[in-house]
């Protein structure tokens, strides 16, 4: 038997439009399938929040992380081995903990799923807990706030000076026995400034952390799994597909019966 004259694609394009309702059969059952599976599937909600590593918060600026992500990884190991180290009784509902660089910022981000979104806020408390607690991130902290400390101390110390050598010029100008040969203003206005640069030195020991979280914990409103619309799509495409063959070996069939 002869096919018709016509292209191939419009000779197999009609054979589809022709076979529709079984195309949609087909397509329908998947989908309803995968919406009656996505139904039965656990909810489950996530709960996030940024932080940086060894922050210095001031005025409202805070400096880049001073360890990467893979550090961090390579520092905690395998986290779902120590799910029940870090979250103890809540660890049979906690599905994913995760810990992962924020593109295009300098934020790290703490995520955890669940299917009770009551116990997330407690499960990132102890996840935040669990990571400020590692040993590499205390010695960052110590280490800083010992710079701090000394670069403190040196500026105490010049104070003291300069605040000395002024009280001594003051007190021979006034016995008349020696003339400024350095402008008092001059002193003064370097002590102001290095009681100023103190001062904020002060306080950026005041809020040096090794962890600084820099937003509330946020959990999601509406589950993000299962994804019904993405299941349901993906079931929708693959009975499409499964469809075109079936229709396809039902065309061959008849085919093959109608030749003498």
């Known amino acids: 038997m002869e096919l018709p004259n016509q292209s191939e694609f419009g000779y197999y394009w009609n054979i589809l439009v022709k076979r529709w309702k079984l195309l949609l059969g087909i397509v329908l059952i998947f989908s309803i399938a995968a919406a009656a599976i996505s139904l039965v599937l656990p909810k489950v909600y996530r709960g996030t ?3 940086r590593v060894a922050s210095i918060i001031y005025n409202h600026s805070p400096q880049p992380p001073r360890i990467s992500i893979k550090e961090i990884k390579e520092m905690l190991g395998d986290l779902e081995e120590k799910k029940f180290e870090i979250f103890s009784d809540l660890a049979p509902d906690v599905d994913d903990f995760s810990i992962s660089e924020l593109k295009g910022s300098s934020q790290l981000q703490i995520r955890v799923d669940s299917r009770k979104p009551e116990i997330i806020p407690e499960a990132i408390r102890r996840a935040v807990d669990f990571v400020s607690s590692q040993k590499e991130f205390r010695f960052l902290f110590n280490q800083y706030e010992k710079d701090l400390d000394i670069r403190i101390q040196e500026i105490t110390t010049a104070l003291r ?3 000395t050598f002024l009280r001594y010029l003051e007190q021979m100008a006034e016995n008349q026995k020696l003339q400024y040969l350095t402008n008092p203003a001059d002193i003064s206005r370097k002590t102001y400034e290095l009681s100023l640069e103190r001062q904020r030195l002060l306080e950026e020991k005041k809020n040096l952390v090794s962890l600084r979280l820099t937003n509330d914990v946020t959990v999601s409103k509406y589950p993000v799994k299962p994804a019904r619309r993405i ?12 469809g075109i063959i079936a229709v396809a070996f039902i065309e061959q069939n008849r085919l093959k019966q109608q030749r003498p």
């Open 161 to 163: 000076q300069n605040s």
């Open 231 to 242: 299941i349901v799509l993906v079931s929708a495409l693959v009975g499409l597909l499964f």
């Open 49 to 51: 929040v940024n932080f």
